[in-house]
């Protein structure tokens, strides 16, 4: 965890916060829904996380450069019963490598236990079995048994068997370990290409669960085809490019 560092743009009280964590994952569903949380609640960015091991990369958003992982924050009253005061978004659109994967989420549930965020939401996709027109579902993962309770209050069918890899699996089981409210949301997506509707989805749940937050994912839907080709542009736009090399000889001399 040494090389991995919380800067804090601006001191914000996020005690009885709900944070939510969104690296990108099948479909780029996670990505995509929690660029639409953000700009739809007009949350503040302030702060981000940085390591020597990220892309080498500058994000753009609305001609603001700023790192592959960035911190959120708004006051929005939100949680099971309305009981957390601010909202809290980290998002990426970039997979961390694997090896820092695991430093990366203790460093994330570090960081919220000092801030003193009550719950921890990921949203993550799964793969859909079937063809573009086949209705998609969304599942949930509680890391202990109030948060099973939860998805069962808002009818949410749990994953009963499977995997989880990346951020969010480290999140899950070290929020059982740790005894730490921890909640995945999973929307079947297509990993072909960037889903927007798998997206939706998965908002369109949260909305439920969260009332006081007031989503809409209607617009999503309707910008789906758009949000999808903004996204692919971006993942061309990221590719790494590398000076051409001159043909290697033929023959080699000693």
Known sequence: MEDIEIIEYNEVDLSSSLLVVAFPTVGLISSIAGHFIIDSLKLEEIGAITSREFMPATVIHKSKPSPPVRIYAGEKKCGPDGSCEQLAVIISEFMPPYNIIKPLADKILHWADEKGCKIVITLEGTHAV???????????????????????KYKIDETKEGMITGVTGVLLYEGVLMQRDVICL?????????????????????????????????????????????????MEQSKPTAPSLPPLPTQMYG
């Not at 063809?131 to 202990?144: A, I, R």
């Not at 809409?216 to 999808?228: F, N, Q, S, T, V």
């Open 130 to 152: 079937g063809d573009k027109t086949q209705k998609l579902s969304v599942y949930g993962v509680g890391s202990n048994l109030k948060m099973k309770n939860f998805l069962k």
């Open 186 to 234: 999973l929307s079947e997506a297509h990993s072909s290409y960037p889903d927007s509707r798998a997206a939706g989805n998965l908002l369109k749940k949260l909305d439920v669960m969260l009332p006081e937050i007031k989503i809409d994912p209607k617009p999503l839907y309707k910008e789906a085809e758009k949000i999808e080709e903004q996204i692919k542009k971006f």
